[in-house]
């Protein structure tokens, strides 16, 4: 995996294991439909079933209860985030300016929080993330 120095470049999802999935600007969603055929394993019925749906806000709920992170526009998207997606997280934002700023969404956007990228790299723990 390599980082990036622009945190307007990262687009993509990141794994309940921590596993980074790029995926264009726009195309997240299309993105879990081959993911799903890759990686069955991180499919419960709920998101497959909402993949069946095809209804855009119902996957991502369930790609987000299921705990995927997506990445996009300055925005993390999450419901709950793992010390594996954590390192990842920080990988990929290793080489990008620390001042930089980026929006956690929490609970499917009920709560916001701005984090800098100098503060996320010195993180060794997940909960001021979600507290």
């Not at 890759?38 to 987000?64: H, M, N, V, Y």
């Not at 985030?81 to 290793?94: A, D, G, M, P």
Request: charged share 25%; aromatic share 10%.
């Amino acid at each position: 995996m390599v980082g990036v120095t622009d945190i307007k470049s990262l687009s993509g999802w990141i794994l309940p294991d921590g596993t980074w999935q790029p995926a264009e600007e726009w195309w997240h969603v299309s993105a879990l439909y081959d993911l799903k055929d890759q990686k069955p394993e991180f499919f419960p019925t709920a998101l497959a079933d909402a993949l069946k749906t095809g209804d855009e806000t119902s996957i991502r709920r369930a790609a987000s209860e299921a705990g995927f992170i997506k990445i996009s526009r300055q925005q993390f998207d999450l419901v709950a985030i793992t010390i594996y997606q954590l390192r990842t997280l920080q990988k990929l934002v290793e080489y990008i300016d620390p001042e930089a700023e980026f929006m956690v969404l929490l609970e499917h956007g009920n709560r916001q929080k701005q984090l800098s990228v100098g503060r996320l790299l010195k993180l060794k723990s997940v909960q001021p993330i979600v507290c």
